[in-house]
């Protein structure tokens, strides 16, 4: 793992800890990259809780409690739907914090409303209303999924009280 993710894992750790929080990460277009680095971290079975990887639509469902109209009408690749992968990760963890990741890494799939490198994000924390944005970057699929991690973390950092 890069330094960068290392530093970064390292403060996320030592915030939730200090908070007494629990993580959970719901991920469809980096497939456990956040859970992995996370996990990486020395010390890290006391904030991270568990992952989830929902990369099809009936994965989201399923383990996620993702609506299906709600994928039907806004796409996987939407504030929506990562707002209920991250509602459904607490649900069905005992975390008290989640976040949810879902994109088009490339280097197909991307549409003229969703081109590659599209990625969308959300925040929940136990007892309060997810926050959600989308951005868009750029580079080859290992780009696009190595800043979504790190963007997802360093969102997470921001958000917590």
């Not at 469902?61 to 459904?88: D, I, K, N």
Request: a neutral charge; proline letters at 3%; aromatic letters at 4%.
């Amino acid at each position: 793992m890069d330094s960068e993710l290392e530093r970064l894992s390292a403060l996320v750790g030592e915030a939730l800890l200090s908070r007494k929080l629990m993580l959970a990460c719901a991920e469809s277009c980096t497939g456990g990259w956040a859970a992995e680095v996370v996990t990486a971290t020395g010390g890290s079975s006391q904030w991270f809780e568990r992952g989830y990887v929902t990369y099809s639509n009936a994965a989201k469902q399923e383990l996620l409690g993702v609506r299906a109209e709600t994928l039907r009408e806004q796409g996987a690749v939407s504030e929506a739907v990562v707002r209920e992968m991250a509602t459904g990760a607490l649900r069905r963890s005992h975390a008290q914090a989640a976040l949810a990741i879902s994109g088009v890494a490339g280097p197909t799939g991307g549409s003229p409303g969703k081109p590659v490198g599209t990625v969308c994000f959300a925040w929940v924390l136990r007892d309060r209303e997810p926050t959600a944005e989308t951005l868009h970057f750029c580079g080859d699929r290992e780009a696009v999924r190595r800043q979504s991690v790190l963007h997802a973390l360093q969102g997470l950092l921001q958000r917590l009280p």
